[in-house]
């Protein structure tokens, strides 16, 4: 029972976190299901909720989306989404859980040294990184920093910067959910009812975040995020180097 009160709080916080930033669910409740479940189901798992909070922000946008980067950058997102998810597939839980858990800290390390406010993807190199983004999407659930971090170099004002990278996100677990349901469709059917209750948070979350917290200053939304990606970093590297 305590288990489903903290995964409801976290899909609400995932959801209104993504509903400002335009990514955050993956890395926020992947770690937090994988507590329960085996870290690779559980990043099958949290696509679902991933994709109806992805398409719920969507749809509640109004600031467009930069069609070029989209079919450019988004496409080979979309391709690498798809081969992370077929590789995640081979990968070991505890191999997955390890990549994960250095994912959230250094994203938490970027932002709290001020990196991840001056990194720069430009030409190849955001190519690259899109491909990147959605490769890690597919493996481990999450991609959304590298994918900011790669659409700053395309210089896109805040609202199409939003609405784009929402739209690449869609494009990602479009190729990674099919991939998921058809390789570990007994085992999802299994946490059918986290699955469910996660939906329910995001859905309120996302609702939520996008009338409240662009209210919240900026730094200290920063640092609370920072902080959260951090503590879900160390939990999950102390749960792999720990005993089977």
């Known amino acids: 029972?305590?288990?489903?009160?903290?995964?409801?709080?976290?899909?609400?916080?995932?959801?209104?976190?993504?509903?400002?930033?335009?990514?955050g669910i993956g890395s926020l409740l992947t770690p937090v299901l994988a507590l329960q479940v085996d870290t690779r189901l559980a990043v099958a798992a949290v696509s679902i909720p991933h994709l109806v909070g992805t398409s719920l922000r969507f749809w509640l946008m109004h600031g467009g989306v930069d069609r070029r980067v989209l079919w450019s950058?988004?496409?080979?997102?979309?391709?690498?989404?798809?081969?992370?998810?077929?590789?995640?597939?081979?990968?070991?839980?505890?191999?997955?859980?390890?990549?994960?858990?250095?994912?959230?800290?250094?994203?938490?390390?970027?932002?709290?040294?001020?990196?991840?406010?001056?990194?720069r993807f430009r030409g190849w190199v955001a190519w690259v990184a899109g491909a990147l983004s959605g490769l890690l999407g597919g493996?481990?659930?999450?991609?959304?920093?590298?994918?900011?971090?790669?659409?700053?170099?395309?210089g896109l004002r805040k609202e199409l910067f939003v609405g784009t990278a929402t739209a690449i996100a869609l494009f990602v677990d479009g190729a990674r959910v099919p991939v998921y349901l058809y390789t570990q469709h007994d085992e999802m059917?299994?946490?059918?009812?986290?699955?469910?209750?996660?939906?329910?948070?995001?859905?309120?979350?996302?609702?939520?975040?996008?009338?409240?917290?662009?209210?919240?200053?900026?730094?200290?939304?920063?640092?609370?995020?920072?902080?959260?990606?951090?503590?879900?970093g160390v939990a999950m590297l102390s749960r792999a180097v720990g005993p089977t």
């Open 189 to 232: 059917r299994g946490v059918a009812g986290a699955v469910a209750l996660a939906i329910a948070g995001v859905v309120a979350g996302t609702i939520a975040g996008s009338r409240a917290l662009g209210r919240i200053p900026d730094i200290w939304f920063r640092r609370v995020l920072a902080l959260l990606l951090a503590l879900l």
């Open 139 to 154: 493996l481990v659930g999450n991609q959304g920093g590298i994918r900011s971090a790669a659409l700053i170099g395309f």
């Open 73 to 119: 950058f988004g496409l080979t997102s979309a391709a690498g989404g798809l081969a992370g998810a077929m590789l995640y597939n081979q990968a070991s839980s505890r191999g997955l859980t390890i990549v994960f858990g250095l994912l959230l800290l250094f994203a938490a390390l970027s932002e709290i040294s001020g990196l991840a406010r001056r990194m």
């Open 1 to 23: 029972m305590w288990f489903d009160a903290v995964l409801v709080a976290a899909s609400v916080l995932a959801g209104a976190i993504a509903a400002v930033t335009g990514f």
